[in-house]
């Protein structure tokens, strides 16, 4: 997985209130557009796993 910049959703447009992704190093990092110098490293198979989950509603109960 090479480097990339960050990327934010084409459903964003152009708001500032969301979600970024990039690869760095093999490890995928996800900050919040307006709180930029909080990052969140993680591995793709984690990252994977957790979208699978939300997408089945495994953290329904939390909201």
């Known amino acids: 997985m090479p480097n990339s910049a960050w990327q934010k959703s084409?459903?964003?447009a152009s708001s500032n209130e969301c979600v970024e992704v990039r690869s760095v190093?093999?490890?995928v990092e996800?900050?919040?557009s307006d709180e930029g110098q909080h990052i969140?490293?993680?591995t793709p198979?984690?990252?994977?796993a957790?979208?699978?989950g939300i997408k089945a509603?495994?953290?329904d109960h939390h909201a």
């Open 10 to 12: 084409s459903y964003s």
């Open 25 to 27: 190093g093999g490890l």
């Open 30 to 32: 996800l900050r919040e």
């Open 40 to 42: 969140l490293r993680t």
């Open 45 to 48: 198979a984690a990252l994977a």
């Open 50 to 52: 957790l979208l699978h």
């Open 57 to 59: 509603g495994e953290f």
